[in-house]
């Protein structure tokens, strides 16, 4: 049978289960069921699933045996958390196809070993996950569609934001002939630290391909990201990165902070007259590790042509200088003719 939730607030705590399987969810003695998985669907604002007891998880589960897997479709308005061994999984342990797991929500956060899976134990194929999210923040988490011993299952990742820290995105294959799957992210900004890895792997099947496109990709070195083959064909990586494209290197800075002051040498005593200048053409002095910028000459552009046409005598050079009786200095376009008087009577009306 399917299940259908709608809530404001969803809360899975200590063992507590949401299932659809045709697994027992408290007893791993009782053998499966002969029959299909049904399928769960989730309408919340939150929802939580957090394990305080170490031998029970928290789970909402589709999982199957041989006759097909249920699908989980989660629709939660603003935070999903899995904490602490909590999982969400559509899982296959038969035969069969495993069902696929549908995602959509605000903020995902994965910590302490918390999960989301379609992985298949059996000789089925994995099933698909597929996630829309603003924001995906992971921490010892994982997100998987690895198959024992057939292939893996598909992912899809349409996060604006994705943090992974020790956290593991996975369609792998460990020992089955079918390839690995595919594993899709559209994102603007990606950072992986700490041995997180983004792998699509298989051992003696191919490997599947990895297609990330964002703005900016930063992973530190311990960070794996790989679509190999131990014996098939290696999957193809490509990674679409508009801005940036390359590693990032966490470096622990040092215990004990220096005094810049200790690092300047003191030339100059302190009781004496010193002074440091920097002069140059005005506003802000170059930058000494920068290259030196071209400086430009003022040249005059303007077109003179059509008043020299309207004008016959043209534009003329001023040749001289004069101060009028009103105070004002006046260009001359001749030299005129002084007297020696009248130079110095000109010299002592400038001078004042």
Same mark, same amino acid.
């Not at 049978?1 to 289960?17: C, F, K, Y």
């Not at 697994?23 to 939150?46: E, L, R, V, Y």
């Not at 020992?175 to 051992?203: C, E, R």
């Not at 794996?224 to 290197?249: K, M």
């Given at each position: 049978?399917?299940?259908?939730?709608?809530?404001?607030?969803?809360?899975?705590?200590?063992?507590?289960?949401?299932?659809?399987?045709?697994?027992?969810?408290?007893?791993? $003695?009782?053998?499966?069921?002969?029959?299909?998985?049904?399928?769960?669907?989730?309408?919340?604002?939150?929802?939580?699933?957090?394990?305080?007891?170490?031998?029970?998880?928290?789970?909402?589960?589709? =999982?199957?045996?041989?006759?097909?897997?249920?699908?989980?479709?989660?629709?939660?308005?603003?935070?999903?958390?899995?904490?602490?061994?909590?999982?969400?999984?559509?899982?296959?342990?038969?035969?069969?196809?495993?069902?696929?797991?549908?995602?959509?929500?605000?903020?995902?956060?994965?910590?302490?070993?918390?999960?989301?899976?379609?992985?298949?134990?059996?000789?089925?194929?994995?099933?698909?996950?597929?996630?829309?999210?603003?924001?995906?923040?992971?921490?010892?988490?994982?997100?998987?569609?690895?198959?024992?011993?057939?292939?893996?299952?598909?992912?899809?990742?349409?996060?604006?934001?994705?943090?992974?820290?020790?956290?593991?995105?996975?369609? =792998?294959?460990?020992?089955?002939?079918?390839?690995?799957?595919?594993?899709?992210?559209?994102?603007?900004?990606?950072?992986?630290?700490?041995?997180?890895?983004?792998?699509?792997?298989?051992?003696?099947?191919?490997?599947?391909?990895?297609?990330? &496109? &964002?703005?900016?990709?930063?992973?530190?070195?311990?960070?794996?990201? $790989?679509?190999?083959?131990?014996?098939?064909?290696?999957?193809?990586?490509?990674?679409?990165?508009?801005?940036?494209?390359?590693?990032?290197?966490?470096?622990?800075?040092?215990?004990?902070?220096?005094?810049?002051?200790?690092?300047?040498?003191?030339?100059?005593?302190?009781?004496?007259?010193?002074?440091?200048? &920097?002069?140059?053409?005005?506003?802000?002095?170059?930058?000494?590790?920068?290259?030196?910028?071209?400086?430009?000459?003022? %040249?005059?552009?303007?077109?003179?042509?059509?008043?020299? %046409?309207?004008?016959?005598?043209?534009?003329?050079?001023?040749?001289?200088?004069?101060?009028?009786?009103?105070?004002?200095?006046?260009?001359?376009?001749?030299?005129?003719?002084?007297?020696?008087?009248?130079?110095?009577?000109?010299?002592?009306?400038?001078?004042?």
């Amino acid at each position: 049978g399917n299940l259908e939730v709608n809530a404001g607030d969803l809360t899975i705590l200590d063992g507590a289960t949401i299932s659809a399987s045709n697994f027992s969810s408290t007893n791993n $003695d009782i053998p499966p069921g002969a029959g299909k998985a049904g399928s769960i669907s989730i309408n919340a604002n939150n929802l939580e699933l957090d394990t305080h007891a170490e031998d029970v998880p928290s789970r909402i589960t589709a =999982s199957t045996n041989n006759s097909g897997g249920g699908n989980i479709d989660l629709v939660i308005a603003e935070d999903i958390t899995i904490a602490n061994n909590s999982e969400i999984d559509a899982d296959t342990k038969g035969a069969s196809a495993g069902g696929n797991i549908e995602l959509r929500t605000n903020n995902l956060n994965l910590n302490s070993q918390g999960r989301i899976s379609v992985d298949s134990t059996g000789s089925g194929n994995a099933g698909n996950i597929k996630v829309w999210a603003d924001s995906f923040a992971g921490d010892n988490g994982s997100i998987s569609a690895t198959s024992a011993n057939s292939g893996g299952g598909d992912i899809e990742l349409a996060i604006d934001n994705i943090f992974l820290d020790r956290t593991q995105l996975s369609t =792998s294959v460990e020992d089955g002939t079918g390839g690995g799957g595919n594993l899709t992210i559209d994102s603007n900004v990606i950072v992986g630290k700490n041995h997180s890895s983004i792998i699509a792997q298989a051992d003696r099947g191919d490997g599947g391909n990895i297609d990330i &496109t &964002t703005e900016i990709f930063l992973v530190t070195n311990d960070t794996l990201v $790989d679509a190999s083959s131990q014996s098939g064909v290696d999957g193809a990586v490509d990674i679409n990165s508009v801005e940036t494209e390359g590693q990032i290197e966490i470096l622990n800075l040092p215990d004990n902070v220096i005094d810049p002051a200790a690092l300047i040498a003191s030339v100059c005593p302190k009781d004496g007259v010193n002074t440091l200048s &920097t002069t140059g053409k005005g506003g802000l002095a170059e930058n000494p590790s920068q290259n030196l910028r071209s400086r430009s000459v003022w %040249e005059d552009l303007r077109d003179f042509s059509s008043e020299k %046409e309207s004008n016959s005598q043209g534009i003329i050079e001023a040749k001289a200088w004069n101060i009028s009786d009103r105070g004002t200095v006046e260009l001359l376009s001749h030299l005129p003719q002084a007297k020696t008087s009248d130079y110095w009577a000109l010299f002592n009306q400038c001078s004042k």
